[in-house]
T-cell receptor
């Protein structure tokens, strides 16, 4: 693995179903993030984690949960998917949460909720 | 009001042209500034950070005007490979990264 991987690449999901988007990084970065990207709205932060064992809410956290059991993995769970959660989801990581730390993005997961 | 606003474009320019993008941000407490590049159906990648004194990286020049709360990106001698969407990004606080909706550039042969 090099960088950040996300799985699945894409998914079609029935409303009401539970879904976990996976994110793994091999750069030993402390901070990790989940964003969603919607047309006309840009990327918006869902949840973040500054270090293993801690998480925080971003701009649009409702309907999503995260966990950070270790440095490498940061899964995002939709407990009961709704059509408004149709989006492209990007996981990102950075060495720390400092001002000019570059965020590296995974390839994204395209999720459609019907 | 959006945290970060950009002209969505599209900007269609011939190869070799110079093109400039501007972006404005609404919160004066914003601390750091970036331009990211996003190719179609790909993830964003950092193009350059933007510092108060302005900075240059090859054909790319970024400027920051804190008094007017705007950021600019200048691309000289445009290449076909510069075709992409350019995202203006502003950080406020440790975890608050705000993205503009992007400006789409197409460089025409």
């Amino acid at each position: 693995i090099a960088g950040i991987t996300q799985a699945p690449t894409s998914q079609i999901l029935a409303a009401g179903r539970r879904m976990t988007l996976r994110c793994t990084q091999d750069m030993r970065h402390n901070a990790m993030y989940w964003y969603r990207q919607d047309l006309g709205l840009g990327l918006r932060l869902i949840h973040y984690s500054n270090t293993a064992g801690t998480t925080g809410k971003g701009e649009v956290p409702d309907g999503y949960s995260v966990s950070r059991a270790n440095t490498d993995d940061f899964p995002l769970t939709l407990a009961s998917a709704v059509p408004s959660q149709t989006s492209v989801y990007f996981c990102a990581s950075s060495e720390s949460s400092g001002s000019y730390n570059e965020q590296f993005f995974g390839p994204g997961t395209r999720l459609t909720v019907l | 009001r959006k945290e970060v606003e950009q002209d969505p474009g599209p900007f269609n320019v011939p190869e070799g042209a110079t093109v400039a993008f501007n972006c404005t941000y609404s919160n004066s407490a914003s601390q750091s500034f970036f331009w990211y590049r996003q190719d179609c159906r790909k993830e964003p990648k950092l193009l350059m950070s933007v510092y108060s004194s302005g900075n240059e990286d090859g054909r790319f020049t970024a400027q920051l005007n804190r008094a007017s709360q705007y950021i600019s990106l200048l691309i000289r001698d445009s290449k076909l490979s510069d075709s992409a969407t350019y995202l203006c990004v502003v950080r406020r606080g440790a975890n608050n990264l705000f993205f503009g909706t992007g400006t789409r550039l197409t460089v025409i042969p």
